[in-house]
């Protein structure tokens, strides 16, 4: 079947089985190998992208049922070469430990922050309960997340 | 490996399910679909994505009731200020299923024909009365939400139907209702226990009540005798713990990863009693509308 779909700005065309996910396309058809393929029954939240701006778990994704979408992954959030905020706080604050679960966690974030740049603690807590660090480093990606709501709050 | 069959409106997708007896599978969120198939508990030779069906989707308030599409997504349920206010429950238990992801792809015509015993939907929706409308080619039906369910992962819904709307008694004041449960985890973790009230007062008394419960029969449970012992006078412990204890002697739990029978009859007790009272001070405007009900159930100040 054909799809065609906008990744991080940019027009896809290609030929897909019907049954082929959304991650399955953005890995072995489009190259963006940042979106990680984890459970796949929607438990771990790595493969956590945006569609239409809302965090989706792409494992459980029909590509075919988002055709037309604008899809942002985590290659989308840094612009010419720089990381976006979410990403470069992750860094300051060492918010990676293996980094499996990493780019999920920034995509859900990103999610979060877009709506709600002010989330407090236990908000950001319930919109990352769907992505699992198995290095257990929460503390440190609620931190992360809190310092991007506080600047981009201020800057608003 | 399906096919995929994408209709243009819902006439066209009842028509190919008619046409291919047996052998469709309707495909929404796709949470439990996806699943589903990929640990082969269905195998279906075509799937039909009803996401371009536009007109499934979305809330309607009419008078004392809502109306809500099949295809409305659990998130929009979730931040809707206008039912956490008319139906308290329905927001709680949308909020506190799976994830974020989860519930901003999975549908609420989904999590009820999925029919998990444990499922967060079926109780608040039961407590408020719902109505569920069917459509197939030869035209739709409404039935009462409670008949949908046959079993674990079984409908009463026949080959080529679909659920479109659920109807739900939403009443703009006089009314409160509560979901609440039991887990291990706060997130991304089913229901030991679901319990779901709702109570409807005037000049001091509960006037209607209902208390539904998950994950602790085959099926979601209504229990009318546990909503008969509250009604009548303004509730009360000795009132919220009888209904609790009709409750519990009601629902036929099993013990499995989630916790033992005589565990979970214990639970359901005590969460029957805690959601009653909820759904009484919100009846009587005394708990804040749209105040998300404490997870677990853990409360101070409101307990039996």
Redesign the interface.
């Given at each position: 079947m054909k799809l065609e779909l906008t990744v991080n700005g940019d027009p896809y065309r290609r030929e897909i089985a019907p049954d082929a996910t959304l991650l399955l396309v953005l890995r072995d058809e489009l190259d963006l190998t940042g979106t990680k393929w984890g459970c796949m029954t929607g438990d771990c939240g790595a493969c956590t992208v945006l569609v239409d701006g809302e965090p989706v778990v792409s494992c459980l994704q029909l590509a075919q049922q988002v055709r037309g979408a604008e899809v942002t992954t985590v290659e989308g959030l840094g612009r010419d070469g720089e990381l976006g905020d979410v990403q470069a706080a992750f860094v300051r604050h060492g918010a990676a430990q293996c980094g499996f679960c990493t780019p999920g966690m920034i995509v859900a974030a990103e999610a979060l922050l877009r709506h709600n740049p002010d989330a407090d603690e236990p908000e950001v807590r319930e919109a990352l309960a769907g992505n699992l660090c198995r290095c257990t480093g929460y503390n440190k990606i609620v931190d992360a997340v809190l310092d991007v709501g506080r600047s981009r709050s201020t800057t608003a | 490996?399906?096919?995929?069959f994408?209709p243009v409106d819902l006439d066209e997708a009842l028509a190919f399910m008619a046409e291919h007896p047996g052998i469709t599978m309707p495909?929404a969120g796709?949470?439990d679909v996806?699943?589903d198939?990929?640990i082969g508990r269905a195998m279906p030779e075509w799937?039909v994505?009803l996401?371009p069906l536009q007109t499934l989707k979305g809330l309607a308030f009419e008078g004392d009731a809502v109306r809500i599409g099949a295809l409305t997504r659990l998130?929009t349920l979730e931040l809707n200020g206008e039912l956490a206010r008319r139906a308290p429950a329905v927001v709680e238990a949308a909020r506190v299923l799976?994830?974020?992801?989860?519930r901003?792809?999975a549908t609420l015509g989904g999590n009820l024909c999925h029919a998990t015993p444990s499922a967060e939907m079926p109780p608040p929706l039961l407590v408020h009365d719902a109505v569920a409308e069917v459509a197939s080619r030869d035209g739709s039906r409404t039935l009462p939400l409670a008949d949908v369910f046959a079993g674990p992962g079984a409908t009463t819904l026949e080959s080529g139907e679909l659920l479109t709307a659920v109807t739900l008694r939403a009443t703009e004041s006089g009314s409160g209702s509560c979901y609440l449960r039991q887990t291990v985890r706060?997130?991304?973790d089913l229901a030991g226990v679901g319990v779901a009230a709702s109570i409807e007062a005037a000049a001091g008394a509960v006037t209607a009540a209902r208390v539904a419960l998950g994950a602790v029969a085959p099926v979601p449970l209504l229990v009318p005798e546990a909503g008969a012992a509250v009604i009548g006078s303004p509730l009360t412990t000795e009132s919220a713990v009888e209904a609790g204890a009709r409750a519990a002697a009601a629902c036929s739990p099993i013990t499995d990863a989630r916790g033992t029978a005589e565990y979970r009859r214990q639970v359901v007790a005590v969460l029957v009693a805690r959601a009653l009272r909820i759904a009484w001070l919100r009846a009587n405007g005394e708990w804040p509308a749209g105040l998300p009900a404490p997870i677990n159930g853990v409360l101070s100040g409101a307990t039996s």
């Open positions: - | 490996m399906p096919e995929l994408q495909i796709g949470t996806m699943i198939m990929r799937l994505d996401r998130r799976g994830s974020v992801q989860i901003t792809m706060w997130s991304m």
